[in-house]
């Protein structure tokens, strides 16, 4: 991990399946959206692990347990066990058990993932503000109504410690883009005020519960999203891949500021099968593949021929050099046209 500002994309003699020996690997965006494998996941996966790379997946979703993410991976073509799975509700779960007393009772706004990973750390699930519990704690549920954001609402006004496996404002389903936990952690905000202790990707909690659970010596973190993925692993100091198959556009990745910027940019799971092309350096521009790209002023400026990620990434070295510590905010969208994005 580049521990300066990164200023470009880094490049990359091997593919990326031999140089690390462990992908963590989200999975709403990455590997699937909803119910469907994003094209090429699994035979880009399969491949990367018949050539040895331990696959482990790394999600804030904590409404469903590992052995049901493993079963529905499985299901894809890629044979998984509930071990290779590490969710924000095993996250958030440790958080409260080193807070509260053995066999606390925790009220569990959430899916069965998070009441089985309250359970595994000998806590005490419970549906009521009124059954005198020491935390609250909110995890994605899909099926969660008012009723149960109205009894998080009155724990938490009653000053029982309150907890968020993680607060990503949005998920990816087949049909769009969704509200996740952190828009209905907002709901409870809104109506109790406070603000929870959260788990989940971005912060250290979610990466220790990695760590912990993987054994990683040399991971790569990979993920669709800057806020959560990208930033998770800058602060864990390891190397990223961004893959543009879920909610990051080419506009937001040329806009990130120095904690948003993957060391390794794609267009989806095959990055990890081939060697990156290196970004290097070109009078005032930058290059990659067959594309040259410079900002001058408050303009992105980009020529040349090839694919549209040799160009991104060339893009991506303009804009982050002109950002130096800041986000890149002049407009992008002429270059990013041009590339054919």
């Known amino acids: 991990m580049n521990e300066q500002v990164r200023r470009r994309p880094d490049g990359s003699r091997q593919a990326l399946s031999e140089a690390y020996d462990t992908a963590l690997l989200d999975l709403d965006g990455v590997v699937y959206a909803g119910g469907q494998a994003i094209e090429h996941a699994v035979e880009s996966l399969t491949r990367a692990r018949k050539g040895g790379m331990h696959l482990a997946y ?19 073509g890629l044979p998984t066990g509930p071990e290779d799975v590490i969710t924000s509700a095993q996250a958030v779960a440790r958080l409260i058990a080193e807070q509260v007393p053995a066999g606390a009772r925790v009220l569990a706004i959430g899916g069965e993932g998070l009441r ?3 359970r595994e750390r000998g806590l005490v699930p419970v549906g009521s503000a009124d059954d005198d519990p020491a935390a609250v704690v909110q995890g994605y549920d899909p099926s969660l109504d008012w009723e149960r954001l109205a009894e998080a609402a009155y724990a938490v006004q009653r000053g029982v410690p309150w907890f968020a496996s993680n607060t990503d404002l949005t998920i990816p389903k087949e049909r769009g883009i969704a509200p ?8 409870v905000r809104i109506a109790a005020g406070g603000t929870p202790q959260v788990a989940g990707k971005p912060l250290p909690p979610m990466h220790r519960e990695t760590v912990l659970r993987t054994g990683a010596r040399r991971p790569l973190v990979i993920g669709d999203r800057l806020d959560t993925d990208i930033e ?22 040329l806009a990130a500021p120095p904690k948003h910027r993957p060391a390794y940019v794609d267009e989806d799971l095959r990055g990890l099968l081939t060697p990156q092309p290196e970004v290097t350096a070109d009078g005032g521009g930058f290059r990659c593949g067959g594309w040259r790209a410079e900002a001058a002023g408050d303009t992105l400026r980009v020529a040349g021929e090839g694919t549209p990620v040799d160009g991104l990434r060339a893009l991506c070295a303009a804009a982050w050099t002109a950002a130096g510590d800041g986000g890149y905010e002049a407009d992008t969208g002429p270059a990013l046209a041009r590339i054919g994005w």
């Open 58 to 76: 790394v999600t804030n979703n904590a409404a469903r347990t590992p052995q049901a993410v493993a079963d529905q991976l499985s299901g894809f």
């Open 116 to 118: 089985v990973a309250l």
């Open 180 to 187: 996740g936990n952190g828009a209905l952690v907002e709901v």
């Open 232 to 253: 998770g692993a800058c602060n864990g100091e390891v190397d990223s891949l961004l893959v543009l198959t879920g909610v990051t556009t080419p506009a937001a990745l």
